[in-house]
């Protein structure tokens, strides 16, 4: 499976974003998606998880309550909703997948080219 994330920008603290990742290639419904982030001088870290068929959705900490994940499935196409953004959320985003339920990077096997989001003060 291709991945194809967009959506970054600039944005100030308190802002909102809504980040895509559009999947082609083989089909994907069994599939885990997740996304991860990576800022500069640090690992890449999880973010949000969301199978497939809309189940097993999984948050990290620093997001809950602020990030959203869902999937449209008739287009293919996982989305995370980004809302009182934070200086700390900047960081690239990547969209990916995974043939297990999981939140660990080491697991997904397919990633997207990541998408750039900054967070103003």
């Known amino acids: 499976v291709q991945l194809q994330a967009s959506g970054g920008g600039l944005v100030q603290a308190g802002g909102s974003l809504r980040l895509s990742c559009t999947a082609s290639?083989?089909?994907?419904?069994?599939?885990?998606m997740g996304w991860f982030r990576q800022a500069p001088g640090k690992e890449r870290e999880f973010v949000a998880r969301?199978?497939?068929?809309?189940?097993?959705?999984n948050y990290a900490d620093s997001v809950k309550g602020r990030f959203a994940v869902s999937r449209d499935s008739t287009e293919s196409t996982v989305y995370l909703q980004m809302n009182s953004l934070m200086p700390e959320d900047t960081a690239v985003y990547y969209c990916?997948?995974?043939?297990?339920?999981?939140?660990?990077?080491?697991?997904?096997?397919?990633w997207g080219q990541g998408t750039l989001v900054t967070v103003s003060s």
């Open positions: 990916a997948s995974s043939l297990i339920v999981t939140t660990r990077p080491a697991d997904f096997n397919s």
């Open positions: 969301i199978k497939w068929s809309g189940g097993s959705i």
């Open positions: 290639g083989r089909t994907f419904g069994s599939y885990c």
